[in-house]
């Protein structure tokens, strides 16, 4: 075990603070989407949306982690997801009696996640990777081509 220690001393030689903190920064200002929920996981945010009989837990938590005042994206990202919900809704209701009120209308559960996602690769794009990881669920996205440099 000496021999990590060995390492860790001889690497920390290279380590520059000044050159950690300069690429924090610019990977902070890259963030377009801050969130607002201190350090509550986001599954315990939805477990407590769908026990408060939440039929989009997903967009809802969207709505309480990063909309707040001011922040127009996310505002307007957070009214589109809510339309196309009420649209699926609607649609899920269309296909049962007349008269069924919405609230006994239980959307297609991957329609739930589809909607936070197509709507955040919409107007933000897709970014690198195999997974769309977000809200304690995922899904597989096909691997982009590497870059040839």
């Given amino acids: 075990m000496q021999w990590k220690s060995d390492m860790h001393h001889y690497f920390q030689a290279f380590d520059d603070p000044q050159k950690k903190a300069k690429a924090n920064k610019g990977n902070r200002d ?9 350090s509550r996981p986001f599954s315990y945010r939805m477990e407590a949306r769908r026990w408060g009989g939440s039929k989009f837990p997903e967009i809802n938590v969207f ?3 990063y909309v707040r ?7 307007s990202l957070y009214a589109t997801m809510t339309e196309k919900s009420q649209l699926v809704l609607q649609e899920s209701a269309s296909q049962l009696p007349p008269h069924t009120p919405l609230e006994s209308v239980d959307p297609p559960q991957n329609a739930r996640f589809q909607i936070l ?3 955040l690769d919409q107007t933000l794009g897709r970014r690198p990777g195999t997974y769309c990881r977000g809200m304690g669920n995922a899904r597989q996205r096909e691997p ?5 440099s």
């Fill in 117 to 119: 996602t197509e709507t």
């Fill in 144 to 148: 982009r081509a590497p870059s040839s």
């Fill in 69 to 75: 005042p001011g922040n127009e994206l996310a505002e």
């Fill in 30 to 38: 890259k963030k377009t989407l801050l969130h607002h929920s201190g």
């Fill in 63 to 65: 709505g309480d982690v």
